[in-house]
């Protein structure tokens, strides 16, 4: 099992930065692939941004140039440095993990673009 847990979300005006992370417990050695992923109200979860073990990182189309996606040096920690935040970036973000064919999911971390 792994567990996942998010911080960093809020509130913040357009244009402005968070920086979201992840730490991931349990059985963490043999996790290969973590990402973010984003819901926002009345749509489907969508990719945002994942970063493989090896370091090979994949962004969706909309936050290409704005968000970076890293991981840490101990811990399995996954962040996501998120800049020019726009409103249609509103969502609860969530931390995925793939590990032996499953995908594992944190509780999610809210993040709100408003003036």
């Known amino acids: 099992q792994v567990q996942l847990v998010e911080s960093g979300g809020g509130l913040v005006q357009p244009g402005g930065s968070l920086r979201l992370s992840c730490v991931a417990s349990?059985?963490?050695?043999?996790?290969?692939?973590m990402g973010w992923y984003r819901q926002a109200p009345g749509l489907q979860r969508e990719l945002v941004a994942t970063?493989?073990?090896?370091?090979?990182?994949n962004y969706a189309d909309s936050v290409k140039g704005r968000f970076t996606i890293s991981s840490g040096n101990a811990k399995k920690t996954v962040y996501l440095q998120m800049n020019s935040l726009k409103p249609e970036d509103t969502a609860v973000y969530y931390c995925?993990?793939?590990?032996?064919?499953?995908?594992?999911w944190g509780q999610g971390t809210q993040v709100t673009v408003s003036s």
């Open positions: 970063i493989a073990t090896v370091g090979t990182t």
């Open positions: 995925q993990a793939l590990r032996g064919g499953y995908a594992y």
């Open positions: 349990g059985s963490i050695d043999s996790i290969y692939v």
